[in-house]
């Protein structure tokens, strides 16, 4: 287990489990928790002992209920653009993980919680979890990569309708719209992720990898151009101990031992 100041990080049977630690505060994100996950989510990148991340929060209200308003007030316009450009650029780095991501949303995710859950490649919800992009009725938008993931994800007219109106809902509405993987009860959300994660992690590593690059950067361009990119991430697998030990697993009618090699 690795401590830091606002952030737990831990890593078990190669899930990588990143809990937001600042449950008074509804682990929202003040300057200091941007940084250190900033921090975090580089070094897991090129950990190659993790192979699926899973982050959640502490306690049981909030996954995050976004920026720290507490410290928001403090701060001078200039301070409060290095804040937004922080959160842009760690979020981008959560979306660009090369181990695919789950959120294990545990409580309310409003504005940059919600924004961090969409940065992830799943998202499993417990039933009584609220969440939403309510940064117009603050005055300002969605700064962290809203406006950009939610529409990928769900659509642009209803994208509109969420951000435009700040509407809250919760998870089986959420659901419903495309959001989210999973919605279960509370008891079962952390062994909900796991499963998903031990699903992903029989197969192997590098391939999981790059078939994750494939889509996400083949999402943004012509199919031409994502077919190519699909031709690359292929091309990285072919010289892989993993891909030689999954033909010789099946001639043996056994089942593969991946090593991320």
Same mark, same amino acid.
């Given at each position: 287990?690795?401590?830091? +100041?606002?952030?737990?990080? !831990? ?8 809990? %937001? ?16 996950? #900033?921090?975090?989510?580089?070094? @897991? ?6 192979? *699926? ?27 409060? +653009?290095?804040? *937004?450009?922080?959160?842009? !650029? ?8 090369? =181990? ?11 504005? #940059?919680?919600?924004? %961090? ?17 309510? !940064? ?9 990569? #809203?406006?950009?993931? %939610? ?30 993987? +999973? ?25 999981? =990898? =790059? ?12 199919? =031409? ?12 697998? @072919? ?19 991946? +090593?991320?090699?």
């Amino acid at each position: 287990m690795k401590m830091l +100041k606002n952030l737990l990080f !831990e890593v078990k049977n190669h899930i990588g489990y990143v809990t %937001l630690n600042r449950e008074a505060a509804f682990n929202c994100f003040n300057y200091e928790t941007l940084k250190e996950l #900033g921090e975090l989510v580089e070094e @897991i990148s090129t950990n190659k002992e993790v192979r *699926v991340v899973i982050f959640t929060g502490a306690g049981e209200k909030a996954f995050s209920a976004g920026a720290d308003l507490k410290e928001r007030r403090t701060l001078t316009d200039a301070q409060v +653009k290095r804040n *937004v450009n922080k959160i842009s !650029e760690v979020f981008h780095a959560v979306a660009s993980l090369p =181990q695919p991501t789950i959120a294990a949303i545990n409580g309310v995710a409003f504005g #940059g919680g919600f924004e %961090l859950m969409i940065a992830c490649d799943f998202r499993i919800a417990i039933n009584e979890a609220k969440m939403g992009l309510t !940064e117009v009725s603050w005055g300002i938008i969605p700064g962290a990569g #809203g406006t950009q993931r %939610l529409p990928r994800l769900i659509g642009e007219a209803k994208a509109k309708e969420l951000i435009l109106t700040a509407q809250r809902f919760d998870a089986n509405e959420a659901y419903g719209f495309g959001l989210l993987t +999973k919605v279960v009860e509370r008891e079962q959300l952390m062994a909900t992720a796991i499963e998903l994660a031990e699903k992903m992690m029989a197969n192997a590593p590098i391939a999981l =990898q =790059q078939a994750k690059y494939a889509i996400n950067y083949g999402m943004s361009v012509d199919v =031409q151009t994502g077919l190519a990119i699909e031709s690359k991430a292929y091309e990285v697998t @072919i010289p892989t101990k993993d891909r030689m030990e999954a033909l010789v697993a099946f001639a043996e009618k056994r089942k593969p031992n991946f +090593k991320g090699e």
